[in-house]
């Protein structure tokens, strides 16, 4: 690793140097992600392996610099103006960027994952239901919590759609229940101040009975903190995605179950709906434009087989 | 302890009181351990920016190296090649590196602090996503290193191990800035160079000097911080952390010309930050209102200590 | 520099001669198309006159050499011509009307115009944009896009007009000095001026590219454009001017009219009164040479090469004009400026000084002309600068010892009877003459070899002035080398041991107690040149 550190700014400028000399002849798909993270991990490995039965195509995996729209736009517009036969994009910000999008969607075949732009010329969207992921993160609260209790929410940006579908999908489950969510913490995606939320939540409620974790770094905080505080066990912890902390704490059953996405599959699915489009099959794209991936609940029974697949795919 | 200093502690007095009277969880052991913790974390580093401020100058890298050192730091240890104490002392001398290289770009080739610091904002923190390949650096699940992380994490009944730090080398850095011909070198620069270079200071020796003090304290601050998210996305750890650090010290008294500042009131400063983000938390304001509280307190405590100190100064005129 | 009042009584005979002087005015001056008059202008700032009653008149296409010692009210004079200082008394007028109060617009709008010391101009933009800056030719359109090619345009003629061998879109920084000064005075042709004020404007320029400038000033005159020329150098004057104004002490003391120009007049009216010598021989003969400059060079006149020693006991006062180069050369022998050439020696082994630091461990201290800048730290307090030289050794282990500090700056206190109430108060809260002896104090505190003073009393009361001068004594007859440089002609005969006389960067001549006479200290001043032409 300290050789890897002392190499870097050779590997950087090589790594430009490369960029350049993408061969042309083949037809090219991008997977366009919002910023970087693990979680894309796992869709660039489902792109590797499409890439394996896609040999006509050049698949590439692209990650702006910085989770900007400005920035996300610009790559883009790169990509389109090199010559992309069409593009998969997890929009920054889907809302405020339809112009933009459909900019890039009048000019080659657009595509969208993770968070959707339903106002946009995009052919479909492929991904989860961030409200079908909540309402399973409200049904293992239900499960967990048959005497009812009062669960406190953790997030990264609780206005942003997919933390606030995740939100409402849960309460939709869990309304007329002795089950209630009373209060949301954001975070701004600061890792500190996610514990500390956690904490602050703790000591303002120290009868809260279940914390949920929303975003994929908010359960691992919550485990530490309870694990510090020694209420790991007492208090219920609801998980999403799939940090290897929370696979810890499920397997452990510290955490009562984790709901994940998958990714892998949006990559891998993805390109090869996009490049059956380009090759003229329409067949794969429902009415509604929605080709919906479906959320699993991870709990005690499935987690070790959930683990060996995601090594699998990652290692791969 | 001067007028600004107690007019600071004056309001995180008040600001505490009203926050008790409302939620008296406030005062509660684990909520003050909690906050004593993250006022250690966030403190370590504003102390080291404050001397870089006192110098005159402005370190702009703080979060890219807290994110950067964080990274280097989890993955040494993770990897377990090494043992903590001498991932630890690499981290150090790495800041310490760092600093020693801001502090000659400075000096040496003439560069404006902004500039020299603000480009090592965007190179740590694109080295940092690098090392990682944009991933998130984390111990692996029920990971342990028990010593490590009694000394950083732990707590002494109830005081967070990071207070201690934070009250020891404030200590440390109080005596060099208040006591040592350092500290004295450094108020002089800071204030005017020229006069100090004219009574025979070795004048970029000492802004250097600040500088790799402020680098060496960030690298401590970011192993304290790693081991309290034990996990770091490079990407987003640290981000706007200098400006904590900068409004941290200038709060405390330091001017951003320069050739002012003390401890005390960095540390004061600090508490009033913490203390106002544990306020949003526990009376429960919707948390996207963080900043905009944060910013309108420390603006009503401008202004009201500014206005105290007039009335003061008119009174005081009057019965002249 | 305004002069004190208590500058010395003028002789009798010279105040009749500045009598006559002014009622030779309205016949001189008094020319049909005189467009500005000035009538007993004066100038007084807390305890100090720096004007008395000048009359001034300024007739179109007319040369007046302004002449004067430093601080003989010249700069106070052109200050309110420009309009940034209000005369205190005197009326002003301007094509027979009278004006009250003379703004910088107003003068600006009179026609007046400055090429000044140190030019004003923006050395990244080009010439032509420097000429017409703030009113530059547009394209038009909401934008106010400027007109490139019709400011090139506009400003050829003015350039051409002065000789100038550059294009107008030449940039400011690719110029020489002289270069610039041409753009400086089409600027003001471009603004119509009808007075153009030179400040030592041959200063910083060679033989040749002076020439030029002075054939400048013919065009201008022969476009009926007035310039009063200030200049220390008595035979441009004599060359360039129609009629000589001499200030002397704020007063008008003589207007010569173009036959009477002669060196050895104006220098006799410069100078005007005798001054003594302060202080009695030192206590004991100076001693061994404890600074010596041995041909040494500076950036400031790399052809031009100094040397001289300072003894053991002596103050050796080293006079010259404003950049004649003095203040570069102490700068240099303190670490502040690279020698080029030559080399320093210090108790007679060469010395390589090219830090202060170096300097200081040397023993070589210097108190600085500008003392708020450099000398102190205002919002110090008064023990911590006492101490700022010396902190390492009134401390332990790199911790400062307070009392030891306090107890140092108690001490110096009395020494030096700094007047303050305690030294916890700030530097910047004493007068002008304590806050010198703090930084005094810091020097003393140590063990000086020679002390440097740059212009020691600038600014200074009279009281303090002499305690200065007291100490400087006290320090001399402690076998300290003592260097003063002073542009006060009173101070440099009055306290000096010898004199050394700077003059473009040389030393012109060396004088002893028996030849301290101000017209000898100026003539040297001036250039050798100089003394040849006052013995003709």
Not at chain 3, 435 to 450: E, I, T
Request: charge should be neutral.
């Amino acid at each position: 690793m300290k050789l890897r550190l002392a190499t870097c700014a050779l590997m950087i400028t090589a790594a430009f140097a490369a960029t350049g000399a993408n061969a042309q002849d083949k037809k090219a798909l991008a997977f366009v992600v919002n910023g970087a993270s693990d979680f894309w991990k796992l869709a660039e490995a489902g792109v590797k392996k499409a890439q394996e039965e896609l040999p006509n195509y050049d698949l590439q995996f692209k990650y702006p610099e910085q989770a900007a729209a400005a920035v996300q736009q610009r790559l883009m517009d790169d990509l389109v103006a090199a010559g992309v036969s069409a593009v998969m994009v997890s929009a920054v910000d889907p809302k405020s960027s339809t112009d933009a999008l459909n900019k890039v969607g009048a000019q080659v075949p657009l595509f969208t994952t993770d968070s959707d732009a339903p106002d946009t010329n995009r052919i479909a969207y492929i991904g989860s239901s961030n409200t079908d992921a909540g309402k399973q993160a409200g049904e293992i609260a239900l499960k967990a919590l048959p005497d009812g209790g009062k669960c406190i929410g953790f997030v990264g940006l609780p206005g942003a759609d997919n933390a606030r579908e995740r939100i409402e999908g849960m309460k939709s489950v869990i309304a007329g229940s002795k089950v209630e969510l009373v209060d949301v913490r954001g975070d701004d995606i600061d890792m500190t101040r996610a514990k500390r939320n956690v904490e602050d939540a703790l000591a303002a409620n120290p009868d809260i009975d279940c914390m949920v974790g929303f975003y994929s770094y908010n359960p691992p905080r919550i485990y530490e903190v309870l694990k510090e505080s020694g209420k790991l066990g007492e208090i219920t912890i609801v998980a999403f995605d799939e940090d290897p902390i929370t696979l810890g704490g499920v397997k452990e059953g510290t955490i009562a179950a984790t709901v994940v996405q998958q990714p892998y599959e949006w990559g891998y699915q993805g390109m090869k709906l996009m490049a059956k489009y380009l090759e003229g099959d329409k067949s794969m794209v429902p009415d509604n434009k929605l080709v919906i991936v479906p959320t699993k609940i991870i709990d005690k029974a499935n987690v070790d087989a959930f683990e060996a697949e995601l090594k699998a795919r990652i290692g791969g | 302890m001067n007028r600004k200093d107690l007019g600071l502690l004056i309001l995180i007095l008040v600001v505490g009181t009203v926050v008790a009277i409302i939620n008296p969880r406030f005062l509660s052991p684990v909520n003050l351990s909690n906050t004593a913790n993250l006022i250690g974390l966030f403190g370590i580093f504003a102390l080291g920016q404050a001397f870089v401020i006192i110098s005159g100058g402005i370190e702009l890298s703080v979060g890219s190296i807290i994110a950067l050192l964080g990274v280097i730091f989890v993955d040494l240890v993770s990897l377990g090649t090494v043992n903590w104490s001498v991932a630890f002392a690499a981290v150090l001398a790495l800041g310490c590196l760092i600093g020693l290289v801001h502090g000659l770009l400075i000096t040496k080739a003439r560069l404006q602090p902004f500039v020299v610091t603000l480009c090592g904002l965007l190179i740590y923190r694109g080295v940092a996503r690098y090392y990682t390949d944009d991933a998130t650096a984390g111990f692996p699940f029920g990971a342990s290193f028990p010593t490590l992380e009694w000394l950083v994490a732990g707590r002494f009944y109830g005081i967070p191990h990071s207070l201690i730090a934070f009250i020891i080398i404030t200590i440390i850095m109080a005596v060099v800035l208040h006591r040592s011909v350092f500290g004295r070198y450094l108020f002089a620069v800071g204030k005017n160079e020229e006069a100090a270079r004219y009574s025979g200071i070795h004048t970029s020796r000492i802004i250097t000097a600040a500088y790799v003090i402020c680098c060496g304290l960030t690298a401590v601050a970011a192993v304290f911080i790693a081991m309290y998210t034990r996990s770091i996305s490079p990407s987003s750890h640290g981000n706007f952390y200098e400006l904590y650090a900068i409004a941290a010290a200038v709060l405390g008294g330091c001017s951003l010309r320069g050739g002012e500042g003390s401890i005390i009131g960095v540390v004061l400063g600090t508490v009033l930050l913490q203390v106002l983000q544990n306020l949003v938390n526990l009376l429960g304001i919707p948390s996207s209102l963080n900043f905009a509280v944060m910013g309108s307190v420390i603006l009503l405590g401008v202004l009201a200590d500014q206005q105290f100190y007039r009335t003061r100064k008119s009174v005081a005129r009057a019965a002249g | 520099m305004p002069r004190t009042e208590q500058a010395g009584p003028l002789p009798a005979g010279l105040l009749r001669r500045s009598c006559m002087a002014a009622t030779l005015t309205p016949i001189i001056g008094g020319m049909p198309h005189s467009f500005l008059a000035l009538t007993g202008i004066s100038k007084l700032y807390p305890g100090v006159t720096a004007l008395d009653g000048v009359d001034l008149r300024v007739s179109a296409g007319e040369v007046i050499g302004l002449v004067g010692e430093n601080g003989a009210g010249k700069s106070t004079l052109m200050k309110i011509l420009g309009g940034v200082v209000e005369a205190t008394g005197g009326e002003i007028e301007i094509d027979g009307d009278r004006v009250d109060r003379l703004s910088v617009n107003g003068s600006m709008r009179a026609g007046i115009a400055f090429v000044h010391q140190e030019l004003n101009l923006f050395d990244n933009l080009s010439a032509a944009a420097n000429i017409f800056i703030g009113r530059e030719p547009l394209k038009g359109g909401p934008l106010r896009l400027i007109d490139t090619e019709a400011l090139n345009r506009q400003a050829k003629p003015l350039l051409d007009q002065l000789g100038a061998d550059f294009r107008p879109d030449t940039k400011v920084a690719d110029l020489s000095l002289a270069q610039m000064q041409l753009v400086e005075i089409a600027k003001a042709l471009s603004l119509k001026a009808r007075l153009v004020i030179m400040d030592e404007p041959t200063s910083s320029l060679t033989v040749t590219e002076t020439n030029r400038l002075l054939a400048v000033i013919g065009r201008l005159k022969a476009e009926r454009v007035a310039v009063i020329f200030i200049s220390h150098r008595l035979g441009e004057v004599k060359q360039v001017a129609d009629r000589v104004a001499v200030l002397r002490d704020g007063r008008l003391v003589a207007e010569l009219a173009r036959s009477e120009i002669e060196t050895g007049t104006m220098i006799r009216h410069m100078i005007g009164r005798d001054l003594k010598t302060l202080y009695g021989p030192p206590a004991a003969p100076p001693g061994h040479a404890v600074l010596e400059l041995a041909d040494v060079r500076t950036s400031y006149r790399p052809d031009q090469a100094a040397s001289f020693s300072v003894r053991a006991g002596e103050i050796l006062g080293l006079a010259g004009l404003v950049g004649s180069g003095r203040t570069e050369l102490a700068r240099a022998v303190f670490g502040l400026e690279p020698i080029l050439g030559g080399e320093i020696r210090i108790d007679g082994r060469k010395v390589g000084l090219r830090s202060p630091r170096e300097a200081i461990q040397h023993g070589v201290y210097l108190v600085p002309e500008d003392r708020k800048r450099s000398g102190l730290i205002l919002s110090f307090r008064i023990s911590h600068n006492i101490s700022l030289a010396s902190l390492k050794s009134l401390s332990r282990r790199g911790i400062v010892d307070g009392a030891a500090e306090r107890r140092e700056a108690e001490a110096q206190k009395k020494n030096l009877d700094i007047r303050c109430l305690d030294t916890t108060a700030e530097a910047g809260s004493l007068s002008g003459g304590n806050q010198q002896k703090v930084v005094l104090a810091k020097w003393l505190s140590m063990q000086p070899r020679v002390l440097i003073f740059d212009e020691p009393t600038r600014g200074i009361d009279v009281g303090a002035k002499n305690e200065i001068y007291r100490l400087m004594r006290e320090l001399s007859d402690r076998g300290v080398g003592i260097l003063m440089i002073s542009s006060d002609m009173e101070e440099v005969i009055g306290v000096s041991d010898r004199i050394a006389v700077m003059h473009e960067g040389a030393i012109a001549g060396f004088l002893d107690r028996s030849q301290f006479t101000e017209e000898n200290v100026l003539s040297l001043a001036v250039g050798r040149a100089a003394i040849r032409e006052a013995a003709e």
